[in-house]
């Protein structure tokens, strides 16, 4: 046992906020305890840590203790300890804490209230800091664990959510990418109701940009029973020859819709036909 917990017996009071651990045969499991279950059997609590592989579990959890269990309380926590300041130094000269300020309020909390400071500093001496940076990491998603966030779904689930959203009568101007050929999938953006230029400039901020070769306007017109149909033209001035453009093109886009949510119904129409001779873009 590390010199800085203590048994947990029956006669133990534990208080909110208390740094506990268990240990067995099979696990090592350190949390923040918040309170006793309903029916005082278990421990409810919160940043659940691995120490043994020394990673983040969860954000919550409870502990019900069984036999083979060894059960400790840290001797001491942050606000407490004498030595807080030389413990967390060790989170403020992390390149990840520095290069993270929008996060270190939160980074700082969860360090306090999920270690402390004589279990920092042992790890210090023993050069076994990565029990809490990898932890930090996993919990916050930065450094080895940053979150990779996939693009094309992100702007394709973003599409549909605004076909989802049309009600029957609305419609919203699109621009899109047609690959014509290519081994490549269409690509489509939409910025509600915005002018087809004012929807360009929306998109080259987006992190999934492209260059778009068509654009039009999308029209619900059918909603009942939960199946959509829609109205898809072709005609921008920016990316076609509006009021010129040929069915031909608008079936194209069609093509292209289908593919990409075949949930929907769509109706190709040429022109501006899918809102109406008033459109100016």
């Known amino acids: 046992m590390e010199s ?3 048994n947990i ?3 133990t009071a534990l208080t909110e906020g208390e740094v506990i651990r268990r240990t067995n045969a099979e696990k090592d499991q350190q949390g923040a305890f918040r309170k006793l279950t309903e029916d005082g059997a278990g421990w409810i609590v919160t940043d659940v840590i691995d120490i043994s592989k020394g990673e983040y579990i969860s954000e919550a959890g409870i502990i019900r203790p069984t036999d083979g269990d060894q059960l400790y309380r840290h001797k001491s926590r942050f606000g407490t300890d004498n030595e807080d300041d030389e413990a967390l130094e060790i989170l403020y000269s992390w390149p990840l804490y520095r ?8 980074m700082l909390e969860f360090c306090r209230a999920s270690f402390s400071p004589q279990q920092l500093l042992s790890w210090k001496k023993n050069d076994d800091l990565k029990k809490l940076f990898v932890p930090m990491q996993q919990k916050f998603k930065i450094g080895r664990f940053v979150e990779k966030v996939d693009v094309n779904k992100l702007r394709d689930n973003r599409f549909r959510e ?20 290519q081994n490549m ?9 915005k002018p087809h230029i004012e929807t360009l400039k929306e998109l080259q901020r987006q992190p999934f940009a492209f260059k778009p070769t068509h654009g039009g306007h999308i029209k619900c017109v059918r909603e009942e029973g939960g199946q959509k149909e829609f109205l898809v033209d072709a005609g921008s001035n920016e990316f ?7 069915l031909s093109t608008a079936e194209m886009v069609v093509d ?3 593919e990409n949510w075949p949930e929907f119904d769509y109706t190709p129409v040429p022109g501006r036909d899918a809102f109406g001779l008033q459109q100016s873009y």
């Open 4 to 6: 800085y917990l203590e």
């Open 9 to 11: 017996t029956s006669e």
């Open 99 to 106: 290069d993270s300020p929008r996060l270190q309020k939160s």
């Open 162 to 181: 605004q076909l989802l959203a049309m009600h029957s009568g609305k419609h919203m101007t699109y621009i899109c990418f047609l690959p014509q050929g």
């Open 185 to 193: 999938k269409p690509l489509f953006f939409s910025y509600g109701t």
């Open 240 to 246: 076609g020859v509006g009021m010129q453009t040929p």
């Open 256 to 258: 292209a819709l289908q």
